[in-house]
């Protein structure tokens, strides 16, 4: 984790007595230029707002309508599902997990909540169920892991055609189309002072999410265990509770982020996330600075690596290209994050 | 003094019949199952799929997993009939195919091993990078079909026996071959095994993790072309669901996850039961999807019987020890 | 008779002179700024035809030195000869060509591989271009023969006994034609009739013409197998002596007698009631179980030898591990059905041995680290608030007088002593009862280790009941009230700290009642087993 928005370094003053003995000091004799450069490669999320927002200038100069508010606000909520999954998926790889099944998770939960709204009727009932089921889904990815201790991607793999094969057989292989709801369809159309409702609901759960993890127990006991388990647990942190909480909080928001989408288009079907958004997912956290070997990682990261991940989809749609060469684009930004990351670890002797 | 030689064949042995007989009784309950087309089509389909899984096995045998397999499957089926309808002459297709089967093993490979990254992110990246190039190139050319001579190679027979069959045979043995005549085979295991104790002995880790990933590329590449010529054409998803089986294949054929050991034709007998009972469960009119699920749950299921497996043995294991021990005393 | 004999009748295959090693980093090189020195003065002659043994206390460098030696760590002072050429920068697989086999405690075996596949790994014999496996099976068969043992080559190494195991890596070393052959406590885990097998071996070996050096704490077996032995105390040779020439006493008194600068002189207390009891506890694979008392305001000593089960036992009062049998009572309350959680938040902390992967998390900044005990408490409801975690810390920080720039700095970026002051400092947020602290002071300069024993008195003082494991005598015997004694699992004795010197704390402490007292194999890592598990009770 990165220090929320304090000075990290640059002259801080020392604290704790007795500044005296030699103290072990990391780089203090870099130059001003190098100062930036080390606020940049300690502080990622400043690195990829950088980033974010060079990628605007640029699309709103050469991408025809990008700088549109219309188009902007378009991007917005196409990010939000995004981002709500990435989320999910930042508890999971904090505390060493990897979640590959996020994708059928989602039309597994966007054929039950269609399903028990055609039932019942009732938008609250079919949201509470639709949401049990993803933390349902993920507690038992999560019990796999943590106890029968199968490896995370494994587990998720096969648990990835599980959730799939059960939404076919729910919806016996047909799309369900959603039955009229105001709340529901209020929920994509409305806005907040021309914000649209799911990016609001998006910045809430952000916004939850960033409290829990940046000031509460379970936040800090996710990264402590991320980070080393072993002494996590010898300080007395419930390791495998922790484990699985998050295992269940992925799911949990991949199943809010299904929902999301589903207001979208409106319909239920198994088909409706599928292996790409497992991979965009994935991608937004390691775009967002995420740490795969546990510990690293920050809510805003992964909030601008979903954006940009739309960003660039929006792009490629107006600007005409195929929209198929999206997915390559997609494995190569996590490749190049991927590298950059690792590079820069490296060049900060980091230990993971 | 070769009882541990013995006891592999008598297991080994065992298995064998016990996958023979299941099938013969299968044979009996279900209609269809035993014809000779359907076995044929069976053989067909996992000669495809045990390709990949040899591949797969190399890597996993590391300690690695290679998730990008069914991308380059499909990327490699979609170059080549690309390239041939521009005009280049199959055989070239399919060595140009090949060729980025191996490129993006590679690709994998340094990764993997220079940049010690976790393997399954790596291939996944790749995996990414192949999927959405074959959806593209797909988009450009539409779906030609493929010259005949080539398409004959899919699905002809020779003295009865399929060609893909033969090709999978063929795979096989030299890569058996290969593992057993020179010094690669050991050290892929003990590079998997203890990767300290192999870097110790001088065993040139780097090296040996990166061909398995570049093999795994150019088996890949091999398995989407035989997908390809099957099928006459190439769609930019039809080698999605290998990379799937094919780790069902090797788990199933009990190639240990954490690497160290397993057996290449394991993971080909792997692979020919988990096409059988993909086989009966369509001949009984399962929907596909129920096939993925069945996949799923097996995968898991080996997982557990190899995860728990070596747990159970230490235990009794550690009985048999003691209870020696105190016959010695 | 002894291949001594005439000074210049043997050829001097090793000759290591005057070697200094400073505490070094994962590549093996000094870390920044240290001035610790493992190996101040170390020296050792080898001859061919000579098995040389190498004593010394816990912690007087007999690793440090033989990983020197064996080309697992390069050196920053003084000369090594081997073979008459000076040796430099090396890495091990160099010094498999000088000659050299090191057979560790930690064998380098790959489990999974077969015998033969092990014996001749990164090193296959060929004929052409093809693997030659027949010449392979043969001629590790005849290494192994030679040994005078039967172990089937095609056998998975895993299969394997310890002993075996290590028969294989002396066959290797034999195949590989090494003239020098290192044994790092090779009789740990070995059974009496193994220990003896294993002497025999050594004796042909010696009288084929090899250099044997032997590193062990059982000085009857110094006796036993050695033609001479090399003491080292705090980093420095005390001397090389005849075996033949000398006894247990002489060399027991080069082994003890440490510098005055690690004894601390401890204000006297009187101790309170009891607060820790552990009734016939008996760790999972122990050989005995244990009884002991800490009461308040006391310090309590643990003794023995790595191995002994020190940790082993701390871990099981804490609740880490699972006991076989037997009882902890914290406070007069019997917890042992509690697991881990539920008695540190009834008063237990616990400081593990091994501080960079189980005391601290070494990315996160001090003040997570320190706080980390405390999250529960340290706001409304499930929530932190960070100023209230910030002042703990700091206040924290002042107390134990960490050296840092600021509370937001990572741990890895501290020195080893102010590292352990935080591990340390987790467990003073809230007085604890019961303190278990695991070689607190390892790997911590002298200065450092003054404020943790100031540290460990203080607690005591507020009636804290301190166990304290430790390797160090002096240290021990300068800290405790009382002090118990451990050996192979069980507790050999109870000294008070008047009755306590360095001789009788060792006499005790070293299992020398004859090899018979290995019959039950001891895991030889104090900490196998320690990681990971402790979440499993949770």
Redesign the interface.
């Known amino acids: 984790m990165t220090t929320p928005g304090a000075p990290a370094s640059g002259g801080a003053p020392t604290v704790g007595g007795s500044p005296t003995i030699h103290a072990p000091t990391p780089a203090t004799s870099r130059s001003r230029l190098g100062g930036i450069w080390e606020q940049l490669s300690r502080n990622p999320t400043l690195g990829l707002l950088a980033l974010l927002l060079v990628m605007w200038v640029l699309a709103a100069v050469f991408v025809p309508n990008f700088g549109t508010p219309e188009n902007i606000r378009n991007v917005l909520r196409q990010a939000s599902d995004l981002s709500v999954a990435a989320i999910g998926i930042l508890f999971v790889l904090l505390v060493g997990g990897i979640d590959l099944s996020v994708g059928a998770a989602y039309g597994l939960v966007s054929v039950v909540l269609v399903t028990v709204m055609i039932e019942t009727g009732s938008f609250p009932l079919s949201l509470a169920v639709a949401l049990a089921t993803g933390v349902v889904f993920g507690l038992v990815n999560g019990v796999l892991v943590q106890w029968v201790r199968i490896p995370a991607f494994i587990t998720t793999l096969g648990s990835f055609y599980i959730a799939y094969a059960i939404a076919q057989m729910i919806s016996a292989g047909s799309m369900l189309s959603m039955p009229a709801d105001d709340l529901f369809v209020g929920l994509q159309t409305g806005d907040l002072f021309g914000i649209p409702y799911l990016v609001v609901l998006a910045g809430l759960v952000a916004g939850l999410a960033w409290i829990v993890l940046n000031h509460s127990s379970f936040g800090r006991s996710v990264v402590a265990v991320g980070y080393n388990r072993v002494t996590a647990g010898l300080s007395g942190i419930r390791v495998p509770t922790i484990v699985v909480s998050c295992f269940a909080i992925g799911s949990g928001m991949a199943a809010l982020a299904a929902v999301m989408l589903t207001s979208r288009v409106q319909i239920g079907v198994p088909t409706l996330g599928g292996f790409n958004t497992t991979f965009e997912t994935i991608t937004a956290a390691v775009v967002g600075g995420t740490s795969l070997f546990g510990g690293r990682g920050t809510v805003v990261g992964v909030i601008i690596g979903a954006i940009i991940i739309r960003t660039i989809g929006n792009s490629i749609v107006l600007l005409n290209i195929t929209p198929l060469l999206y997915q390559a684009v997609m494995g190569l930004l996590i490749v190049t994050s991927l590298v950059i990351d690792a590079t820069r670890s490296r060049y900060l002797g980091e230990r993971t | ?5 013995r006891d592999r064949l008598l297991r080994a042995i065992a298995a064998v019949v016990l996958i023979v007989v299941t099938l013969l009784l299968v044979g009996q309950l279900v209609p269809y199952f035993a014809t000779l087309s359907n076995l044929e089509n069976i053989l067909s389909q996992a000669a495809i799929l045990s390709v990949v899984a040899f591949g797969m096995t190399l890597v996993i045998v590391t300690g690695g ?1 290679d ?1 990008s397999v069914g991308g380059v499957m499909s990327l490699v089926g979609v170059t080549e009939v690309s390239l041939v309808s521009v005009g280049v002459t199959w055989p070239l297709a399919v060595v140009v195919g090949l060729g980025v089967g191996v490129l993006l093993g590679s ?1 994998n490979g340094l ?1 993997v091993s220079r ?4 393997p ?3 291939t ?10 074959a ?2 190139l ?2 450009l050319v539409g779906r030609p079909i493929l010259p005949s001579d080539f398409v004959s190679l899919g699905n002809d027979t020779i003295l009865g026996v399929p060609y893909l069959v033969v090709l999978a045979v063929v795979t096989l043995l030299v890569l058996e071959v290969i593992w ?4 690669w085979g ?2 892929l ?2 590079t998997g ?2 990767l ?3 870097r ?4 040139p880790v780097l090296r040996v993790l990166s061909s398995a990933y570049v093999v795994s590329g150019l088996l890949a590449a091999t398995a989407g072309t035989m997908l390809a010529a099957r099928l006459g054409t190439a769609s ?1 998803l039809q080698g ?1 669901p290998f990379t ?1 089986s094919a ?1 069902a294949a090797c ?1 199933i054929g009990g190639v ?2 954490f690497g ?2 397993g057996h290449l034709w394991a993971a080909g007998a792997g692979a020919i039961f988990l096409v059988s009972i993909r086989n009966i469960l369509n001949l009984q009119g399962v ?1 596909p ?2 096939q ?2 069945v ?3 097996l ?2 299921l080996a ?2 019987v190899t ?2 497996g070596p747990f159970l043995r230490d235990v009794l ?1 550690s009985a048999i ?1 003691s209870v020696r021990g105190e016959r ?2 | 008779m002894t291949p001594v004999a005439g000074e210049d009748a043997a050829t001097i295959l090793l000759d290591a002179q005057h070697i200094q090693k400073y505490a070094y980093d994962d590549e093996g090189r000094p870390i920044r700024g240290t001035d610790v020195l493992l190996l101040a003065d170390a020296c050792l002659e080898l001859r061919a035809g000579e098995v040389h043994a190498l004593v010394g206390e816990n912690g007087a460098g007999k690793t440090t030195l033989i990983k020197v030696l064996g080309g697992a760590l390069p050196y920053e002072g003084g000369s090594l000869h081997v073979m008459g050429h000076l040796r430099g920068e090396t890495t091990i697989s160099r010094v498999r060509n000088e000659g050299i086999a090191v057979i560790w405690q930690e064998f380098s075996l790959a489990p999974h591989l077969t015998v033969v596949e092990n014996m001749y790994l990164g090193r296959e014999l060929r004929r052409g271009r093809r693997l030659d496996k027949r010449e392979m099976r043969l001629q590790a068969a005849e290494a192994i023969a030679t040994l005078g043992v039967s172990i089937d080559p095609d056998s998975p190494v895993e299969r394997l006994s310890t002993s075996q195991q290590q028969l294989v890596e002396i066959a290797r070393a034999l195949n590989e034609r090494s003239r020098i052959l290192i044994l790092d406590e090779p009789t740990a885990s070995l059974s009496r009739f193994e220990t003896e097998r294993l002497f025999e071996l050594l004796r042909r070996l010696r009288a084929d013409g090899l250099g044997i050096i032997f590193v062990t704490h059982r000085l009857d077996e110094v006796f036993t197998i050695s033609d001479r032995v090399s003491v080292l105390k705090d980093g420095r040779s005390t001397g090389t002596l005849r075996t033949s020439e000398t006894n247990k006493d002489e060399i027991v008194e080069r082994m003890v007698g440490r510098h005055l600068d690690s004894v601390y002189q401890r204000r006297r207390t009187t101790p309170g009631e009891i607060a820790l009891e552990t009734r016939d506890l008996l760790p999972m694979g122990a050989p005995a179980p244990v009884s002991i008392t800490v009461r308040r305001g006391e310090i309590v000593g643990i003794a023995g030898l790595v191995g002994a089960g020190r940790t082993e036992l701390a871990r099981v009062i804490v609740g880490a591990d699972r006991a076989g049998s037997g009882s902890v009572l914290l406070n007069g309350q019997d917890v042992t059905s509690w697991p881990m959680r539920r008695r540190l938040d009834a008063g237990f902390a616990f400081v593990p041995e091994n501080r960079k992967d189980q005391g601290v998390i070494l990315p996160l900044p001090i003040m997570r680290n320190l706080a980390i005990t405390e999250w529960p408490r340290l706001g409304p409801g499930p929530l932190v608030l960070p100023q209230r975690e910030r002042r703990l810390a700091t206040s924290l920080v002042d107390e134990l007088s960490i050296v840092a720039r600021s509370v937001r700095q990572p741990v890895f970026t501290l020195s080893g002593g102010n590292q352990q002051r935080v591990a340390i400092g987790k467990w003073l947020a809230r007085d604890r009862l019961v303190y278990v602290l695991d070689e607190p002071t390892r790997g911590v300069d002298v200065s450092a280790r003054y404020a943790l024993y100031e540290l460990m008195e203080a607690i005591a003082d507020r009636g804290g009941a301190v166990l304290m494991i430790s390797s160090d005598l002096p240290e021990i015997i300068s800290m405790s009230d009382r002090i118990y004694v451990m050996r192979v699992g069980a507790i050999s004795s109870e000294v008070a700290r008047e009755d306590a010197t360095e001789q009788s704390l060792l006499t005790s402490m070293l299992p020398d009642r004859g090899v018979g007292d290995a019959n039950a194999p001891v895991r030889a890592d104090g900490s196998a087993g320690a990681d990971g598990s402790a979440e499993a009770d949770a």
């Open positions: 003094m070769l009882s541990h030689q997993i998730l690709v990764i940049l010690k990254l976790p399954f992110i790596a996944f990246g790749t995996l990414g990078i192949a999927a959405g190039l959806l593209y797909a988009d057993r005549v020179t010094s050991v050290h295991r003990a095994d203890n300290a104790v192999a110790l002995s001088g065993v930019p999605e799937l780790v788990v240990d996850l160290g050991r929907q999807f129920m993925d699920f996949t799923g749950m995968i898991i997982v557990l995860v728990q294991g020890v010695a005393a």
